[in-house]
């Protein structure tokens, strides 16, 4: 008798173990052990086509990280900004925010193919954006962080909440604010995730209202460091040159610390929605302040802010679907 419930009693623990390092979402559960035995190369798999992509191309760290923030701004981490238009389905990468900016999608279709090879029908494409984001950042010389997992991918799109949701350059810094807190995000995180910003790249149509008198009161932006918004008009002219890229953090573009908080601080915050985080807000500017003193700070905050943004309503348990191509949904 005394041996059987002890054996009742381990299978408990192991039962509920997982939990112990999980987050609750409305829909269940997501833990970083959740593939430990249904594809235990998961996350070794998405690693290494990571760091193939990274070494051909240093700014797919940046796209890659990107893609998860703007799937999970979007009807939660469930995969939707994958989907490629078909059926009833309008792509969300058809979106202003996503349009002609949003890229890396082969490499996710190549970690998909390598997953369904290794386990079939097993991993989400929610959870392979969640991981290569944070493998993206760990490559660039970031802070890593487990990953809680267990997302399912969703069976649609919203085009008008990747219009509406996103934040956008221009945007005030209250309607940023807002946008957050409508994902349960605060002004904390807001600092922090912004961060993303110290790897990639920018284009010119996304910053060009700040050096000419585009602004709404027919002044350039004053915000910006005079000297350095003379060197960003040499190539964004007042018209034209749309697509030409600038790196967000000049200092050091394919590198992520803090630098992007110190360029703020010098006037030098390339977007808007950057240099607003030091203009607008008492509360936000001495997060900027702190986290350009203090790099470790700043790693720290934004792997907790990753986790939190990474728990933005996923689909658990029944709810959605595993895709076996990220770029539409399954036929039944």
């Given at each position: 008798?005394?041996?059987?419930?002890?054996?009742?009693?381990?299978?408990?623990?192991?039962?509920?173990?997982?939990?112990?390092?999980?987050?609750?979402?409305?829909?269940?559960?997501?833990?970083?052990?959740?593939?430990?035995?249904?594809?235990?190369?998961?996350?070794?798999?998405?690693?290494?086509?990571?760091?193939?992509?990274?070494?051909?191309e240093?700014?797919?760290?940046?796209?890659?990280?990107?893609?998860?923030?703007?799937?999970?701004?979007?009807?939660?981490?469930?995969?939707?900004?994958?989907?490629?238009?078909?059926?009833?389905?309008i792509?969300?990468?058809?979106?202003?925010?996503?349009?002609?900016?949003?890229?890396?999608?082969?490499?996710?279709?190549?970690?998909?193919?390598?997953?369904?090879?290794?386990?079939?029908?097993?991993v989400?494409?929610?959870?392979?954006?969640?991981?290569?984001?944070?493998?993206?950042?760990?490559?660039?010389?970031?802070?890593?962080?487990?990953?809680?997992?267990?997302?399912?991918?969703?069976?649609?799109?919203?085009?008008?909440?990747?219009?509406?949701?996103?934040?956008?350059?221009?945007?005030?810094?209250?309607?940023?604010?807002?946008?957050?807190?409508?994902?349960?995000?605060?002004?904390?995180?807001?600092?922090?995730?912004?961060?993303?910003?110290?790897?990639?790249?920018?284009?010119?149509t996304?910053?060009?209202?700040?050096?000419?008198?585009?602004?709404?009161?027919?002044?350039?932006?004053?915000?910006?460091?005079q000297?350095?918004?003379m060197?960003?008009?040499?190539?964004?002219?007042?018209?034209?040159?749309?697509?030409n890229?600038?790196?967000?953090?000049?200092?050091?573009?394919?590198?992520f610390?803090?630098?992007?908080?110190?360029?703020?601080?010098?006037?030098?915050?390339?977007?808007?929605?950057?240099?607003?985080?030091?203009?607008?807000?008492?509360a936000?500017?001495?997060l900027?302040?702190?986290?350009?003193?203090?790099?470790?700070?700043?790693?720290?905050?934004?792997?907790?802010?990753?986790?939190?943004?990474?728990?933005?309503?996923?689909?658990?348990?029944?709810?959605?679907?595993?895709?076996?191509?990220?770029r539409?949904?399954?036929s039944?």
């Amino acid at each position: 008798m005394a041996h059987s419930m002890s054996f009742l009693m381990v299978l408990l623990l192991l039962a509920f173990t997982p939990f112990c390092f999980s987050h609750k979402t409305s829909g269940g559960y997501l833990y970083p052990q959740f593939y430990d035995y249904s594809c235990p190369k998961a996350q070794e798999i998405v690693k290494s086509i990571v760091a193939k992509a990274v070494a051909r191309e240093a700014r797919m760290a940046a796209s890659l990280l990107r893609l998860h923030f703007h799937d999970c701004f979007v009807k939660g981490c469930d995969a939707s900004l994958l989907l490629d238009n078909s059926g009833s389905i309008i792509s969300e990468k058809r979106s202003n925010p996503n349009r002609n900016s949003v890229r890396g999608f082969e490499v996710i279709d190549e970690i998909k193919y390598a997953l369904e090879k290794e386990c079939p029908h097993t991993v989400s494409c929610a959870d392979i954006l969640a991981l290569a984001a944070r493998d993206s950042t760990v490559l660039a010389g970031g802070p890593s962080w487990e990953v809680p997992l267990g997302r399912r991918d969703s069976r649609g799109a919203s085009l008008s909440g990747s219009n509406n949701n996103i934040p956008a350059p221009n945007n005030t810094f209250q309607t940023i604010l807002t946008k957050f807190k409508l994902q349960g995000l605060n002004i904390v995180d807001l600092v922090a995730l912004s961060g993303s910003h110290t790897i990639g790249n920018a284009r010119c149509t996304s910053f060009r209202q700040r050096l000419y008198n585009q602004s709404g009161n027919g002044q350039p932006d004053y915000s910006l460091d005079q000297s350095y918004a003379m060197q960003l008009r040499s190539r964004c002219p007042r018209s034209g040159g749309d697509q030409n890229l600038f790196f967000l953090d000049f200092v050091t573009p394919t590198k992520f610390d803090n630098h992007y908080f110190k360029n703020i601080l010098a006037s030098k915050g390339l977007l808007n929605s950057d240099q607003v985080l030091f203009t607008k807000s008492k509360a936000s500017m001495e997060l900027v302040k702190k986290y350009a003193e203090n790099n470790e700070l700043f790693f720290e905050q934004f792997a907790k802010s990753m986790v939190k943004m990474g728990n933005i309503s996923p689909l658990t348990g029944s709810k959605g679907e595993i895709r076996k191509n990220c770029r539409r949904i399954n036929s039944y």
